[in-house]
T-cell receptor, first 114, second 110 residues
Framework: GAVVSQHPSWVICKSGTSVKIECRSLDFQATTMFWYRQFPKQSLMLMAT?????????EQGVEKDKFLINHASLTLSTLTVTSAHPEDSSFYIC??????????FGPGTRLTVL | AQRVTQPEKLLSVFKGAPVELKCNYS??????LFWYVQYSRQRLQLLLRHISRESIKGFTADLNKGETSFHLKKPFAQEEDSAMYYC????????????FGKGTLLTVNP
């Protein structure tokens, strides 16, 4: 099946710094990618929809200035957590849309903000 | 807005027993329903979707529009079926984004 990678797989940073997470579709082109957040033992919460070449669409309650999304190519989307705080610590997962309704998921990135 | 409900957080069965993971949804139109599975230490992956009407790893799911349900069933559970199962809904448009239920952790005991 199609493969989606994320980098880094885990990151620890100090409060106030910014962290960039990359999501790549390795063997297919994805015009649409999605960013999710998953808290421990909870379901995935969609943060935003990333479309190649245009602005991301954020879900209600997600701060677009805090979670910057860039989808510069058909195989790469990035999520930058700006001025990270401990409450931003979470598991961030991306997915790439392969066909209508079907998404392939990345392995996730564990962010810990000290 | 659409919503997906998985009433059971945990489900435990013995090997060889039938298993049913429940999923109900709310949406006024015609959604597309999916089951995604996450095995231990692995990424989320698609198990099956209602439009394909196929059986994957012995699992089947039928969309019941009258009851707005999409329950996942398997007649004889195997230990390797132990995983987290998420029911998800897509309403088309909006780039086909998915709305997930909270998930059911299935444990199949030997």
């Amino acid at each position: 099946g199609a493969v989606v990678s994320q980098h880094p797989s885990w990151v620890i940073c100090k409060s106030g710094t910014s962290v960039k997470i990359e999501c790549r579709s390795l063997d297919f082109q994805a015009t649409t990618m999605f960013w999710y957040r998953q808290f421990p033992k909870q379901s995935l919460m969609l943060m935003a929809t990333s479309n190649e070449g245009s602005k991301a669409t954020y879900e209600q309650g997600v701060e677009k200035d805090k979670f910057l999304i860039n989808h510069a190519s058909l195989t790469l989307s990035t999520l930058t957590v700006t001025s990270a705080h401990p409450e931003d610590s979470s598991f961030y997962i991306c997915s790439a849309r392969y066909s209508p309704g079907e998404q392939f998921f990345g392995p996730g990135t564990r962010l810990t903000v000290l | 807005a659409q919503r997906v409900t998985q009433p059971e957080k945990l489900l435990s069965v013995f090997k060889g027993a039938p298993v049913e993971l429940k999923c109900n949804y709310s949406y006024s139109g015609s959604p597309e329903l999916f089951w995604y599975v996450q095995y231990s230490r692995q990424r989320l992956q698609l198990l099956l979707r209602h439009i394909s009407r196929e059986s994957i790893k012995g699992f089947t799911a039928d969309l019941n529009k009258g009851e707005t349900s999409f329950h996942l069933k398997k007649p004889f559970a195997q230990e390797e079926d132990s995983a987290m199962y998420y029911c998800a809904l897509s309403v088309g448009g909006s780039n086909y984004k998915l709305t997930f239920g909270k998930g059911t952790l299935l444990t199949v005991n030997p």
